[in-house]
């Protein structure tokens, strides 16, 4: 074999990364069984908040040692490989930037009654239409002010030398869209700082493109009602004095000076006499101080307080290493700490860390702001700020240009009057943003702020300094909640899917191919570990829909294994040695496994690119598991086989058990002959499936429809007509009540308020639930899920979709769909160079679509109801990649024999060519069943669906390449049959 070293290499390579990457894995669950273990008590109560105390105070220590390097936990949690929400529990949320606020506050929030109108109408049409609030705005203005221009409403004093009376109505547009792409920018800068205060390990946080919506994941959150008011919390900017560590008086300064000097000595000469008594003062507090730390702060044996007490980088005032922030946050907060601080000083932190020159270290200033004690209102709020740019100073370097109304200029004025020379501190949240110094007295609202700035963060900083002149809240339009003990579900549902899945596989193969089967089960093995492994160096979350990708690709992996056995058995059977027999096994098998991987893998992409959270998920393992499966099962087995061959053709490795060794041979079925039998049976069910599902409806999922959802543990069985029965007359018929999984476990969905997004609509809503439950079955809500007691229920999960949202899935869903048959399109034309081979794949394509669509309808009509869903869309997006994996297969086998045909007739080359893949097909078939059975019943509620449409794709999928896709291409090259006929003839 040719480059086994390559191979050896690059295997050993990415063994050795996975490897690393994973050992964080392994790390953070140790230390996370030492935070369970520390906070159990006697009983076996677990106090989460007393874990979570335990591994904050770890969050910046060192915790981990490899090959000499130091990683704290917070490094730890950041490369292992993480849990999904639904694996773990925790809040996903997304966040609209409302566009109604920054219009308004461009135009000076003017009493006009059309412009207000047009507003009005705009917001009230944006809850069911996807197009931009700016397009609707401007149809709204153009109905209620006819002949009237932008320019008369935008054209203030705010926006001179943006707008002007001579604006036309076009370009103030392109002003508006500016102001809103800012002010989503700016709302995703901050959101992201306020986010990362939260605490919460491995939160996820991006913008959907496109849109004005930001999405948030935060893993393992307990307390939600905090979440929505830290998202939905306005900013607040302002300018404060900066007060310099050498003006803190005989308090912090003297402390700090006196430490590093004396290196604690208590002996001091007449002239150190402030100093002396501060020690004192500070010994005095020390002592306090280390025994409340004892209590809060189990890994610091020493309770070393000292990091507040020494200026660690004199030249940077109160600068500190970021892993010293959080301890020295607890020592801010003990009210005996504020007898060393002046009552006009309040201590905030920078918002972003820097490396002093000389150091490698990353450290934070904390500054010292001028605020009498418990005073919140700063010397200069950030609502007269009325715009701020990105610019360019004199010097050429970015800086920033910012523009004040006419208190603003004069309170300016005064401020910086008496600080030249000192610094203003920008604050936003209680962070300092930056603190310039003032060069002299700024006359006017004109100002340009200076200093070592990238042209990004210039950029951010202008966004930053307009979060006061255009206010942009944010509103939650979709949530979902998971309790703890529904991710726990959800963990032991996908291991025993994954375990179970691989165990049959495991069987089968050896059973089929004796030692080619134990190589394709290495492979596999190979397989797992690297998707797992490079999950972990992405940085991903492996979910409960990547489990399912793991599975799939387990059932799915195994087909370019038996494509290449399938070709040694042929080879061998035709008379060539063994030696040769695998030679021409794998290079006969490499360009149907690459193609058929190829258009699996677009449909991958696809879905990555245009899904949105479980979908992405599951493509993202989907991609991974085909790559690594392809360089698994290609040149990982060929070396292994290699190896196991050493000797030649008297090599004892095997490729068939007794039983198997010429199953599915020598099939000779005419195939093309029953095609419009095949025809006739597919439309009947397809018409008959789409006709229930016109008159009884198929069942669209929250994420489609819009509403609210939630997920109900009871002590007991509950019957989900009578809750429903109950609940209809609490949400005037619009709920609906189903199993979830279990007798005990129903799921409540309603559209009740489905087109209101604030908290009051959503509490109600939650309340009328708890009532509604309450009455009909007698039971009492409860917050404790995992300790049910009797005649008790709670709700482990919730979900909400807005309107809007809805429309946004469907409408991605659609995208997704038709650029996934264009791409395979495209692709099958390349490589087969006839048009007819890509037309038929897609006809085979949209049968198969519409035939699991119509088995949903038909499932229902006999009272097994699937909800059609996003998770749903990823399945038949994966049935697509499937099926289209098995027709390559056979159309790289058509496209073989057509060059080897000579004088042979068209039709048959056909034939022959599905008889000769027949034994593959089904073989892979009945593995990739197998798994997916093993995800219908074993998989869970949340994939119930999932599987089902798999289960119907696999069976169609094979069907459909036989019956369907090879015999349309026999139809469309009519033409070139009747030629060839004619030719007989003469």
């Not at 990683?71 to 949320?93: A, C, N, P, R, S």
């Not at 129903?746 to 309340?767: F, H, P, Q, R, W």
């Not at 099958?828 to 160079?833: A, D, N, Q, S, Y």
């Amino acid at each position: 074999m040719q480059n086994k070293g390559v191979i050896v290499f690059l295997t050993v390579v990415i063994t050795a990364l996975c490897l690393y990457y994973l050992s964080f894995t392994f790390v953070s669950n140790g230390i996370q069984q030492k935070a369970t273990a520390y906070a159990t008590d006697a009983s076996g109560n677990v106090d989460f908040g007393q874990r979570r105390a335990y591994l904050d105070s770890i969050w910046r220590e060192p915790v981990y040692n490899f090959l000499g390097a130091d990683f704290t936990y917070q490094e730890i949690k950041e490369t292992e490989l993480g849990l999904g929400l639904d694996l773990q529990g925790g809040m996903h949320v997304t966040l609209e930037v409302s566009p109604v606020e920054i219009v308004k506050g461009l135009a000076g929030n003017p009493k006009d009654a059309g412009f207000n109108k047009a507003v009005d109408e705009a917001k009230e049409a944006s809850k069911t239409s996807t197009d931009k609030f700016v397009n609707l705005f401007y149809s709204a203005w153009q109905a209620n002010n006819s002949g009237k221009n932008l320019s008369s409403i935008f054209a203030t004093a705010a926006n001179r030398g943006r707008i002007s009376l001579e604006s036309s109505d076009s370009e103030i547009l392109e002003i508006i869209d500016t102001e809103v792409e800012n002010a989503i920018d700016r709302s995703f800068n901050i959101l992201r700082t306020r986010i990362d205060r939260f605490g919460t390990s491995q939160p996820n946080i991006q913008r959907i493109q496109g849109s004005g919506r930001i999405q948030i994941e935060l893993p393992g959150v307990d307390n939600q009602e905090r979440v929505r008011n830290l998202l939905q919390g306005v900013a607040k900017l302002q300018f404060w004095e900066v007060a310099e560590v050498n003006e803190l008086g005989g308090g912090l300064e003297a402390i700090n000076s006196a430490w590093v000097s004396s290196n604690k000595s208590t002996s001091a000469s007449s002239d150190e006499t402030g100093a002396t008594e501060e020690l004192s003062t500070e010994d005095s507090l020390r002592n306090a101080l280390e025994e409340q730390l004892a209590e809060i702060d189990p890994l610091n044996p020493s309770n070393d307080v000292s990091p507040i007490f020494s200026l660690l980088y004199p030249n940077y005032g109160l600068a500190y290493e970021v892993r010293d922030t959080m301890i020295i946050n607890r020592i801010l907060k003990n009210p005996d700490y504020n007898v060393l601080l002046p009552r006009d000083i309040k201590l905030l932190w920078g918002v972003k860390p820097f490396t002093p020159e000389g150091t490698s270290d990353e450290v934070l200033e904390l500054y010292a702001i001028k605020a009498p004690r418990g005073t919140d209102e700063a010397p200069l709020e950030g609502d007269v700020v009325t715009d701020a740019r990105q610019a360019l100073d004199q010097t050429s370097r970015p800086a920033v240009s910012m523009q004040m109304n006419a208190e603003g200029a004069r309170k300016w004025r005064a401020l910086t009057a008496s600080n030249i020379g000192r610094r203003i501190a920008v604050v936003l949240d209680d962070y300092v943003y930056t603190a310039p110094v003032v060069n002299g007295e700024i006359p006017s609202g004109q100002s340009e702020i200076s200093g070592n700035f990238t042209l990004q963060e210039a950029q951010d900083l202008a966004n930053i300094l307009k979060s006061g002149s255009l206010p942009a809240p944010t509103q939650i339009v979709e949530e979902s909640i998971i309790g703890p003990t529904l991710g726990k579900e959800a963990q032991s549902q996908g291991i025993i899917s994954m375990v179970a899945g691989l165990v049959i596989v495991v069987v089968f193969m050896v059973a089929y191919y004796a030692k080619g089967g134990l190589v394709a089960i290495s492979a596999l093995v190979f397989n797992i570990f690297f998707i797992l492994g490079i999950l972990a160096q992405l940085g991903a979350a492996l979910t409960l829909p990547g489990i399912a990708g793991i599975v799939l690709t387990i059932g799915m992996s195994i087909d370019a294994n038996v494509l290449i056995f399938e070709r040694i058995k042929e080879e061998l059977r035709n008379g060539a040695g063994l030696m040769a027999a695998i030679n021409a096994g794998y290079n006969k098998a490499f360009s149907a496994i690459l193609d058929s991987n190829v258009t699996t893998f677009l449909t991958g992409a696809i879905l990555y690119a245009l899904g949105q959270g479980p979908v992405k998920g599951f493509a993202i393992v989907l991609m991974i598991g085909i790559a690594s499966s392809f360089f698994s099962a290609v040149f990982i087995t060929r070396v292994i086989v290699s190896w196991m061959s050493k000797k030649g053709d008297n090599s004892s490795i095997s490729f068939a058990t007794p039983f198997a060794k010429n199953a599915l041979t020598g099939i000779n079925f005419d195939f093309l002959s029953k095609r419009k039998v095949a025809y006739l049976i597919s439309t009947g069910i397809i018409v008959v499936g789409l006709a229930i599902a016109a008159i009884s409806g198929l069942k669209f999922g929250v994420d489609f429809t819009g509403g609210r959802s939630y997920i109900v543990a009871f002590e007991q069985p509950v019957v989900p007509s009578d809750l429903k029965v109950g609940l209809d007359s609490e949400f005037d018929g619009s709920v609906e009540v189903k199993t979830y999984g279990a007798n005990n476990v129903l799921k409540v969905t309603t559209s009740y308020l489905i087109n209101e997004d604030d908290d009051a609509s959503n509490k109600e809503v939650e309340e009328k639930v708890k009532e509604g439950i309450t009455n009909v079955t007698g039971m009492t809500f409860t917050e404790d899920a995992e300790n049910l007691g009797a005649n008790q229920f709670a709700i482990t999960g919730s979900s909400k979709v807005g309107a809007t949202v809805a429309d946004d899935i469907k409408a991605s869903s659609a995208e997704a769909m038709i650029a996934a048959l264009i791409a395979i399109f495209l692709y099958i034309l390349v490589r087969f160079r006839k048009w007819q081979f890509s037309l038929a794949s897609i006809i085979a394509l949209i049968h198969d679509t519409l035939f699991v669509i119509a088995a949903f309808a038909i499932a229902s009509a006999f009272g097994a109801t699937f909800e059609i869903d996003q998770v749903f869309i990823a399945a038949v997006l994966t049935v697509i990649g499937y099926s289209i994996n098995d027709t390559v297969i056979v159309f790289d086998r058509i496209r073989e024999n057509l060059e080897n045909r000579g004088t042979g007739k068209l039709v048959k080359v056909f034939n022959d060519a599905i008889n000769q893949t027949l034994g593959r097909t089904l073989i892979t078939s009945f593995t990739t069943l197998i798994v997916v059975l093993v995800l219908l019943v074993f998989g869970g509620e949340v994939l119930r669906g999932f599987s089902f449409a798999l289960f119907i794709g696999v069976v169609v999928g094979t069907y459909s390449s036989v019956y369907i896709a090879t015999p349309i291409v026999v139809d469309l090259m009519k033409k070139e049959l009747d030629q060839e006929k004619e030719k007989q003839k003469a």
